[in-house]
């Protein structure tokens, strides 16, 4: 069981310092950690959630993961993404304007890609966040 160094960072996010073993984690908690920095066991983060690490916060001694800020990130990542989606769809639908073809399909896809975001706001799980995809 590994020892670390965790404490809030200026972001407001979770920091993990992981020492070298060059000198004691002691003495780099009283050298080069902020206050408030504590020294925890590697287990109790969680680790399992590293999609969400800018989405953990440390609450006294526990590092928790906002469901608010872990939505925040889903959606960035859904926006990424979807947008060479949206680029496919564009020259699609220039093309079908440029031939007289039908648009409908083109524009309904158009919508689901915009509207996915949306998604991350009924989540109400981590698990739930992971699984949406474009």
Not at 4 to 21: A, K, Q
Not at 42 to 63: C, I, M, R, Y
Not at 114 to 124: G, Q, V
Request: net charge negative; aromatic share 6%; proline share 3%.
């Amino acid at each position: 069981m590994a020892q670390v160094i965790i404490f809030t960072n200026d972001n407001g996010g979770v920091s993990v310092c992981y020492p070298t073993g060059e000198i004691s984690i002691e003495e780099v908690l009283a050298k080069d950690c902020p206050a408030g920095a504590i020294i925890v066991d590697s287990n109790s983060l969680p680790n399992e959630h590293n999609d969400f690490f800018n989405a953990w916060e440390l609450n006294g001694t526990t590092v928790t993961v906002s469901l608010a800020k872990s939505k925040a990130i889903t959606k960035d990542r859904l926006r990424a993404e979807r947008t060479p989606l949206l680029q496919a769809q564009d020259v699609a639908f220039q093309r079908a304007l440029e031939s007289g073809a039908d648009t409908t399909a083109i524009v309904a896809e158009k919508q689901r890609l915009r509207d996915i975001t949306k998604l991350a706001d009924f989540a109400t799980t981590l698990d739930e966040l992971k699984a949406l995809a474009v």
